[in-house]
């Protein structure tokens, strides 16, 4: 598959173009024209609207992505998982391919200003031939876009035809750059192509022509004068001087050009090579501001590199000099501008007791030197814009490339090039250039790993990639091993003078004492993110104060916004050589106490936050288990803030609180531990997320054990129970149950041990016993009366009416499950009353009154849509979708059902699976399809018997007899039926 913007916008298979539609395409375009970047769904909406975006803007950008992984799986359906190439991350999207005919145009243009003139001319045809019209289509979100690839579409042609003046075809171009003159009138480098090829094909007259009809042009356009390159040809041709216009080459000045040396293996950035080759080349206004470039990004990005490579790329174009100096912007004390400015001056000849001593008299001085001159500045490693400000040059024939650690958004009117790590390719090419191709290609997977742990740092690869040349021996695999060690990986980046500790040192060593503690204090977090909250209560200040060192942190670049949460909050995160350099920093200037005492702030407020989001939750069950550990509530301002939809904080917060739980049990504090794992149950239980639920829980539960704490270890064998029974491992969660209400005994713990009861209930129940269930729930429900918590009681009494709907005493159920509605409504639970509702709504299924059963089932959806319980909320849709396939009303069925079933084996709920399989197949039979009938059917019995649920298996043999029935088959349709009535039996129902 290939992304195609040089003409209309498409995806291409190979063979045609796929189709989509006009605002996917435009997404599609928008995302491709940075691939590896994200772009914010501002951004896209920008793309496909403009300024007047619909308020449905970002669900239609969703709907967008959705419709572009949909063509791109279909039209490649044997290519990389989809979700891999269009990839959300917050605040948006990212395209992860390198397939782009952009990105292989900008290769070619880059590779074609190496080559000789033949080769080079060959190569911009080919690059120029990807074109199939105006870039992006038209698209009008993206006109700015368009107009920039059309200038390098520009940029190009006259590329080409510099290398054609060079190769002699200077006869065969005039018409071509006549026809350019003419739709480009005050582009001066086709009126010079045009002025040398005339001349070189003796038509000396006709050339001169040509300077005069530019200039009047000009001046009678633009009030100008021609430039001083358009001057130059002319004054060579006047002398009659053919060897000055054969090439493209400038007729150069004396001037300086003191620039470090180019890498001979530069890799990667032909992106950002292109762009800023275009920028600072481009003069739509010949005699503007002067084109300045900020490259921004972390130590080791490979700033200075990519700059000083351009500068040699560009020595055509500024042939006036190209000047390069450091400012030491990440030291202690960078360079003072005015000292630079002397430099400067001196490089350009002026004598040194010519030189003013007043700052601005050299700022003047210096611009006065190079006006009218074509000269480049490569300005690296600045401190900030007050250090740059006045070592910038007046001239708009001047250009400037700045590096920073910092972004230098204070400098009106540059181009900002943020650098990042390379992407995979680009790493694998560098360890390949460096290493040896033979090497790497023996062992890809080992270079992705070496690759990674040099978190694909363009620095600390080619540490990497050098050890492994000056190591002939080694195998990458034994180099990757050897970085995985964190405690060694720092020490294994080292070669000769390079080595990446420096490199991260020069940044830390720049904050100021605060910054430079909270550094080293977060390095000690495992979590992946975290928000400035975590940063303040870990270094113990108040919120605003955490805020402004964590912004310290990343306006030196040792930290990186890793998007907004859930809560609308900006998360933060180290890359992993900084994340190894700042916990290493910890262990050398942080007294052990010290260390404990601050992961120990940081575990109580997320515990605290953790407990008051359980508060706020509209929790219909029985209340997870607490101990002592300690906790520190936020500013009430700021939990108010985060708290205000405690799904969302969890959600912003689970993978946190999952590695932090299991960091509290390595740290010995196990009571946080288990305390945070226990106030995180009923969150996973609404997102269903099993993974990293088992990590608390197990952890949880080794801490507990290993601490003798016996509460806690009740409180993590009922949270496993609980994480069983959603996973429909019955037998395994009834263990848990039993073990957690023997511990909760023990301890004299009545709530505890009235949960647990609770969690065995359901258990023997659902595994077809419901009488033996009954007395279970009647004693949980005798315990929660006697602790006074309704909300449990309503629980309970759910588990009674649940056994009454099993043994098919519908009216009983109907009253318990009222009784139910009513405890929930008195403790105010609004998610409670909606289970209830739904519970009501089964036993009218029950009874055939689909109708109201359906009623019911609207009432109760929106409560369990609104607070985001997606469970439930997919539970409801199962069950109106029962309503819909008992009404005959399959075509409203079938996608409901469809999209409950991607949630249940998201979450591996099997037992709900088996439900809309057993749907899905009366639906078929109903349709008169009894074959495919029969094979849903199958799969729903399969289920169900590994899960041991009887009333389920009973209920689907007694669908699969109608199935075989259906097909003819009477000794199987009686087979089933006779085996359907014997479960019932058992279970105290009738067939």
């Known amino acids: 598959m290939q992304v195609r913007l040089l003409g209309p916008v498409e995806l291409w298979d190979g063979a045609a173009s796929v189709p989509i539609g006009p605002r996917a395409r435009a997404v599609l375009a928008a995302l491709s024209l940075d691939p590896g970047r994200v772009r914010s769904v501002d951004r896209l909406i920008e793309a496909v609207w403009g300024e007047r975006a619909p308020t449905t803007a970002t669900a239609q950008i969703q709907a967008c992505v959705s419709s572009l992984r949909r063509a791109w799986r279909v039209a490649d359906p044997g290519g990389e998982p989809v979700r891999d190439v269009i990839v959300t991350v917050p605040p948006g999207y990212v395209l992860r391919t390198d397939r782009v005919d952009l990105l292989e145009f900008e290769r070619r243009l880059e590779a074609a200003r190496g080559l000789d003139p033949a080769r080079a001319s060959e190569e911009l045809r080919a690059a120029l031939g990807l074109w199939r019209g105006p870039a992006l289509g038209g698209l009008p979100g993206l006109a700015a876009e368009a107009a920039r690839l059309e200038e390098r579409r520009l940029t190009a042609i006259e590329e080409r035809i510099d290398a054609d003046l060079s190769l002699g075809r200077a006869g065969d171009l005039i018409p071509e750059v006549v026809s350019l003159v003419a739709a480009h009138p005050l582009r001066e480098r086709f009126r010079g192509q045009l002025m040398r090829a005339l001349h070189r094909a003796g038509r000396r007259s006709e050339a001169l022509d040509a300077y005069q009809d530019a200039r009047d042009t000009m001046v009678g356009e633009l009030g100008l004068e021609p430039g001083p390159d358009l001057r130059r040809i002319q004054q060579s041709i006047l002398a009659d001087d053919t060897a000055a216009t054969a090439s493209g080459e400038p007729v150069p000045l004396a001037g300086p050009s003191p620039l470090p040396p180019d890498i001979a293996d530069f890799t990667g950035r032909a992106k950002q090579v292109a762009e800023i080759a275009g920028t600072l080349t481009w003069r739509p206004e010949p005699y503007g501001a002067v084109p300045i470039i900020a490259i921004s990004g972390r130590g080791g990005v490979g700033k200075t590199t990519l700059a000083v490579h351009v500068a040699h790329r560009l020595r055509r174009e500024f042939p006036d000099g190209r000047l390069y100096v450091g400012l030491r912007g990440s030291e202690a004390s960078p360079a003072d501008p005015a000292d630079i400015l002397g430099r400067l001056l001196r490089r350009l000849g002026v004598d040194g007791a010519a030189i003013p001593g007043d700052p601005d008299e050299r700022a003047d001085l210096f611009r006065a030197r190079l006006d009218g001159r074509r000269a480049l500045i490569v300005l ?343 994480m069983l029974y959603v996973q429909s491992e019955f037998g395994e969660s009834r263990g848990h149950f039993e073990r957690a209400g023997a511990l909760c005994e023990r301890i004299g713990d009545g709530y505890g041990r009235a949960g647990a009861l609770c969690g065995v209930a359901a258990t023997v129940r659902i595994n077809g016993d419901p009488e033996a269930s009954r007395p279970l729930w009647a004693g949980a429900l005798r315990l929660f009366g006697e602790l006074g918590d309704r909300r449990a009681e309503a629980y309970a009494v759910e588990g009674l009416g649940m056994c009454d709907l099993d043994q098919g005493r519908a009216e009983p159920a109907r009253a318990r499950f009222e009784e139910m509605l009513r405890l929930y409504q008195s403790a105010g639970n609004a998610m409670g009353e909606a289970h209830a509702l739904r519970r009501i709504a089964t036993v009218e299924l029950e009874l055939g009154r689909h109708s109201e059963a359906l009623r019911l089932l609207e009432k109760a959806l929106p409560t369990f849509r609104a607070i985001g319980d997606r469970l439930s909320e997919a539970v409801v849709q199962m069950r109106m979708g029962e309503c819909l396939v008992r009404q005959k009303r399959h075509d409203e069925a079938r996608p409901l059902l469809d999209l409950v079933m991607t949630t249940f084996r998201d979450v591996g709920w099997r037992t709900c699976e088996g439900h809309v399989l057993r749907l899905a197949g009366e639906m078929l039979l109903a349709d008169g399809d009894a074959d495919s009938a029969a094979v849903q059917l199958d799969e729903s019995l399969r289920i169900f018997r590994d899960l041991q649920e009887s009333l389920d298996v009973a209920e689907t043999l007694r669908c699969l007899a109608d199935t075989h029935a259906a097909k003819g088959d009477e000794e199987a349709a009686l087979a089933a039926r006779d085996e359907a009535r014997e479960i019932l039996a058992e279970l105290g129902r009738e067939f």
């Open 380 to 722: 690296d490693n600045a401190a900030d814009e007050r250090q740059v400000r006045p070592l910038l040059p007046g001239s708009p024939l001047c250009a400037v490339i700045v590096t920073s650690r910092r972004r230098l958004t204070g400098l009106a009117g540059a181009t900002r090039i943020e650098l990042d790590a390379f992407e995979p390719a680009q790493a694998a090419e560098l360890l390949t250039r460096v290493a040896g191709a033979e090497r790497v290609a023996a062992e890809p997977e080992a270079a992705d790993r070496v690759a990674a742990l040099c978190d694909r740092l363009p620095l600390a690869l080619r540490i990497a990639a050098a050890r492994l040349a000056a190591r002939p021996h080694w195998t990458l695999d034994r180099l990757a091993r050897r970085l995985a060690d964190e405690h060694r990986r720092l020490d294994e980046l080292v070669h000769a003078d390079l080595e990446i500790r420096g490199s991260l040192a020069l940044g830390h060593r720049g904050l100021s004492a605060g910054a430079q503690r909270a550094f080293r204090l977060l390095g000690m977090l495992e979590v992946a993110d975290f928000a400035a909250w975590t940063a303040a209560a870990l270094v113990d200040v108040p919120m605003p104060e955490g805020e402004d060192l964590v912004e310290e942190l990343v306006d030196a670049r040792l930290l990186e916004v890793a998007g907004r949460d859930a809560t609308d909050q900006p998360r933060f995160r180290f890359h992993d050589l900084l994340r190894v350099y700042a916990h290493e920093r910890a262990l050398a200037e942080e007294p052990p106490a010290e260390r404990r005492a601050a992961l120990g702030r940081a575990l109580s407020a997320w515990l605290a936050l953790a407990d008051e989001a359980e508060r706020r939750l509209p929790n219909c069950y029985y209340a997870p288990l607490s101990g002592d550990a300690p906790r520190t509530p936020l500013d009430p301002e700021i939990t108010e803030a985060l708290l205000r939809d405690p799904l969302a904080w969890f959600e912003a917060e689970r993978s946190a609180i999952t590695v932090m739980v299991g960091q509290a049990r390595t740290a010995g504090l196990p009571g946080f531990c288990w305390e945070l794992a226990s106030a995180s149950l009923p969150f996973f239980e609404f997102c269903g997320d099993v993974v990293e639920w088992r990590r608390c829980c197990d952890d949880a539960l080794a801490a507990a054990r290993e601490s003798g704490d016996l509460r806690g270890e009740a409180a993590s064998e009922i949270n496993l129970g609980a």
